[in-house]
Each structure stands twice: as structure tokens, then as C-alpha cells.
Nanobody
């Protein structure tokens, strides 16, 4: 069974940075694409970005493009989400998800999900 565990969330001021990690276990990590999603209270789950199995291709939501970066270390079975210039509207629970093959921008594309980590951006 594939398990995903997020870490690195917390409280940060507007303009600050955080790096989230998504540790994947239980299968051949290098065969999975990984996506990041976030969900704020009362709002739908929102695509943040994704990375393919090799790390050679990424995709980002327009709202985070240029501020967030996704990278992966297949030797450590971990994907990272570096978030810079954070804004209060970035306050949400951030989840990573995994899918065999290439990445997608919609939640129902992903089969495996982590529990999420809270990110709070204070104004």
C-alpha cells in the first residue's frame, strides 16, 4: 500500500517562506507523479502544482507560478514544495497525492493521498 506523509507546515508571516515535504512509501516511488493540492476552509480543493516521475516536468497553478517550486529526490522517496512570497490567501491544508504515470491537475486523477499539513499565513 502506498503511503504519503506531509510535513513542514506551520505559521508564517506574509512574504515568508516554507518548504513542505511529501514522503512516499510502499511502492516504487520513481514510477509515480506527485501533485500538491490545498484546501482552505469553506473552499474546494485547489491544484497547486505537480511533478512527473523523473522531475523533468512540472506544472503550476497560475496563482503560485513564480513563487512556488516543486522538486523531487527519488533516492529519498520525497517530493518538496518550496513556497516563497507567501500570501494570506495561501492559508490552507496542503496535501500531496500520487498517481502512476504522468501528472494531472484534477484531484480525481490521483489515487493516493496524504493527510495534509496546515499552512497559515498571517497578514
Amino acid at each position: 500500500q502506498v503511503r504519503l506523509i506531509e510535513s513542514g507546515g506551520g505559521l508564517v508571516q506574509t512574504g515568508g517562506s516554507l518548504r513542505l515535504s511529501c514522503a512516499v512509501s510502499g511502492s516504487t516511488f520513481s514510477g509515480f507523479a506527485v501533485g500538491w493540492f490545498r484546501q482552505a476552509p469553506g473552499k474546494e480543493r485547489e491544484f497547486v502544482g505537480a511533478i512527473n516521475w523523473s522531475g523533468g516536468s512540472t506544472s503550476y497553478a497560475d496563482s503560485v507560478k513564480g513563487r512556488f517550486t516543486i522538486a523531487r529526490d527519488n533516492a529519498k522517496n520525497t517530493v518538496y514544495l518550496q513556497m516563497n512570497s507567501l500570501k494570506p490567501e495561501g492559508t490552507a491544508v496542503y496535501c500531496c497525492a500520487a498517481a502512476a504515470g504522468n501528472y494531472g491537475r484534477y484531484p480525481n486523477y490521483y489515487r493516493y493521498w496524504g493527510q495534509g499539513t496546515q499552512v497559515t499565513v498571517s497578514s
